[in-house]
């Protein structure tokens, strides 16, 4: 079975800094995705960047990029400049390839101080 | 482009009584997928519909059913609700060809008393 694990309950970074949120996950497929949501208070779950398992480059939008390490099964997130609407419930979760089932990690709530 | 829309966005019940949620997928997804999130934890999977047929299911007791209609909209039925269905339920829709790529609804938020 496919796991998600996010090490990180909590977050904290100062606005305009960098963090790093991380994520390991277990599978023994070759076809999948990742993926990091946000879940701000409001509740809705956003899209914030996908990977696919067969691409070498790591997937960047904006000021969002991953560190895609395959062999080890991590899929970090780096939010650059960060800004107090990044504050959120951030969920790293895998898909296989065409599979409307994910499996997601209990969370990081990051917190974005002035 | 319409995003995903869940009702009602709140829901109170009482133990034992009988829910229907609601859910409208992105405007040309037809594959719709539904989640529970307990609070402080990531969702789970319930189950996925495609063509009007439940396509995969997560581990719920079979009194979590559902339904998908010609319009790809989709209903949540949960019978019989214990205390422990108290939570935020998530719909995700996604196109066919890339349904690992789901857009999720605001969610409804069940509080079983």
């Not at chain 1, 390490?69 to 107090?84: C, E, G, P, T, V």
């Not at chain 2, 859910?23 to 063509?51: D, E, K, M």
Request: charged fraction near 15%; include cysteine.
């Amino acid at each position: 079975a496919q796991t998600v694990t996010q090490s990180q309950p909590e977050m904290s970074v100062q606005e305009a800094e960098t963090v790093t949120l991380s994520c390991t996950y277990d599978t023994s497929e070759s076809d999948y995705y990742l993926f990091w949501y946000k879940q701000p208070p409001s509740r809705q779950m956003i899209l914030v960047i996908r990977q696919e398992a067969y691409k070498q480059q790591n997937a960047t939008e904006n000021r969002f990029s991953v560190n895609f390490q395959k062999a080890a099964k991590s899929f970090s997130l780096k939010i650059s400049d960060s800004q107090l609407g990044d504050a959120a419930m951030y969920f790293c979760a895998y898909a296989l390839t065409n599979a409307g089932k994910s499996t997601f990690g209990d969370g990081t709530t990051l917190t974005v101080k002035p | 482009e319409t995003g995903v829309t869940q009702s009602p966005t709140h829901l109170i019940k009482t133990r034992g009584q009988q829910v229907t949620l609601r859910c409208s997928s992105q405007s040309g997804h037809n594959t719709v997928s539904w989640y529970q999130q307990a609070l402080g934890q990531g969702p789970q999977f319930i189950f996925q519909y495609y063509r009007e047929e439940e396509n995969g299911r997560g581990n719920f007791p079979p009194r979590f059913s559902g339904l998908q209609f010609p319009n790809y909209s989709s209903e949540l039925n949960v019978n019989a609700l214990e205390l422990d269905d108290s939570a935020l339920y998530l719909c995700a829709s996604s196109l066919t060809g890339e349904r690992e790529t789901q857009y999720f609804g605001p969610g409804t938020r069940l509080l079983v008393l």
